[in-house]
């Protein structure tokens, strides 16, 4: 069972920053496929970013957060992160990781295994 908990996120004016984290609860974390997505209220959830698993890292951006948003990932912390940068009100909402054992990075959240219990990120105007 991998546990997934995230951290950071927070009130923001437009136009700041965040750093969110994912840390996951075992040592082969390098091994899965972690996806951002969230929910705004009233809004059904969303795909954010993804990073591939392994050495690969390569990823995956939505286009409202393209340019904006970076994912990566430090595989000696079993740690994921997601710095939004340029933040706006429309990227206000409930952020969450997911993971899945796969090399294959999916936008679809039923794909994911695993998620964690979510951040808040409010972005004011």
């Known amino acids: 069972q991998v546990q997934l908990v995230e951290s950071g996120g927070g009130l923001v004016q437009a136009g700041g920053s965040l750093r969110l984290s994912c840390a996951a609860s075992?040592?082969?974390?390098?091994?899965?496929?972690v996806g951002w997505f969230r929910q705004a209220p009233g809004k059904e959830r969303e795909f954010v970013a993804a990073i591939r698993a392994w050495t690969d890292s390569s990823t995956n951006y939505a286009d409202s957060v393209k340019g904006r948003f970076t994912t990566s990932r430090d595989n000696a912390k079993n740690t994921v992160y997601l710095q939004m940068n340029s933040l706006k009100s429309e990227d206000t909402a409930i952020y969450y990781c997911?993971?899945?054992?796969?090399?294959?990075?999916?936008?679809?959240?039923?794909?994911?295994?695993?998620w964690g219990q979510g951040t808040q990120v409010t972005v004011s105007s």
């Open positions: 997911a993971a899945r054992s796969s090399m294959v990075v999916t936008t679809i959240a039923n794909d994911y295994n695993y």
């Open positions: 075992l040592r082969t974390f390098n091994g899965y496929t």
